[in-house]
């Protein structure tokens, strides 16, 4: 521990321009509150400004936040577009991003003004793919449908053989898309419930990656999408996978297929999607995340009060575990920019190498 009478070391963040900010002085605004944890060692560690009624801000409140700040911890409510970056102050030079996904950032846009920005991948990745475990068992099992029956009066109509039917999960086929750490994550459990495992992307897998999950790879997702039961999306949201389930992908599926997606909205043409689950072409549908940014496609509401589709309000990262995990990455990310280092959890725009 360091007396309080003892001198710490003064560390200096050496700017594009030259100037020279100590990370006494170096002020950080955080929009959003975070776990009580994140914020006190936060504040231990740094000058921060916290937002403390928790409410999304607008773009002329976050700008004036941000008047002598040098690190802007952003999430995901917030738009950090290109009219956003360009009426920045000069000072700042960081943003580093609490969650995952950065698609509210327009990266192309802060490497051109010499603004490098973070993320925290990785620490989400187990309790990502434990909801969509959990989403993939609630569709087929009807597991809402039944837990709101009792809910109106306690009582239920009593055990019948032909009642609340559902469908068994081993033995079906689940394509996943994007086999990456939480896809993985979420081949692993599916395996050990019995399903078997086939997935697409960009590119093959090792055999030391395939071989323990019994997965199959698929070089062309329209072949893949026609011989599953449940398909999962676990890919980013790209120029390559802007709706990667169209329309004509999404009838391609098998007659009965379940959807599942915690990724990115964007990945499901979301009326297709409602269209073809209240047509009876697919058995239904699990969402945690949606297009419409203040909430889900009321068609998608109508199919879920008719008990067809499973909708969660972007709970995927959502325990306390992974959420100070998350804060404990970007307070790396942070310290390591303000040592003049670059970030470990660096975003660059699409096609550009770290190097």
Sequence with gaps: MVAENQKKPVLELVCNNGDRVTRDRAKIVVSRR?????????????????????????SPALLNALNGAEVLVSSITDRIDSAFITQMPASVKLIAQFGNGFD???????????I????????????????A???????????????????????????????????????????????????????????????SIHYSGRTRKAPQI??????????????????????????????????ILSEARLKKLRQGAFVVNISRPELVDEDALA????????????LDVFEHKKGANPKLVELARADRV??????????????????????????????????PHRVLPEGRSPL
């Excluded at 921060?48 to 928790?54: I, L």
């Excluded at 039917?165 to 081993?170: E, I, T, V, Y």
């Excluded at 323990?212 to 120029?239: C, K, N, Q």
């Design 275 to 286: 269209n073809l689950v209240a047509s009876g072409h697919l058995s239904g549908a699990a």
């Design 104 to 114: 509210n950032i327009n990266i192309e846009a802060a490497h051109a003004a010499g």
């Design 34 to 58: 975070l776990p009580e944890p994140v914020e006190a060692r936060m504040a231990a560690l740094f000058n921060v400004d916290f937002n403390t009624t928790d409410v999304p801000l607008d």
């Design 210 to 243: 395939e071989e323990p999950l019994g997965a199959r790879w698929w070089s062309s997702l329209d072949d893949m999408v026609e011989h599953v039961d449940i398909i999962s999306l676990h890919t980013p949201h790209t120029r390559d996978t802007f709706n």
């Design 310 to 343: 499973i909708l969660t309000p972007h709970m995927g990262s959502a325990t306390l575990e992974a959420r100070i995990e998350m804060g404990e990455t970007v307070i790396v990310n942070i310290r390591t920019f303000l040592d003049g280092h670059t970030p």
């Design 133 to 195: 475990m959990a989403l993939m068992l609630s569709v087929p099992r009807r597991l809402t449908e039944g837990s709101r029956v009792l809910l109106k009066d306690g009582t239920w109509p009593g055990w019948s053989p032909t009642w609340m039917l559902g469908r068994r999960l081993g033995g079906k086929a689940l394509g996943i898309v994007g086999l990456g750490r939480i896809g993985t994550a979420v081949a692993r459990r599916a395996r050990a419930f019995g399903l």
């Design 116 to 131: 490098s920005v973070t993320n925290t991948p990785s620490v989400l990745t187990e309790d990502t793919a434990d909801m």
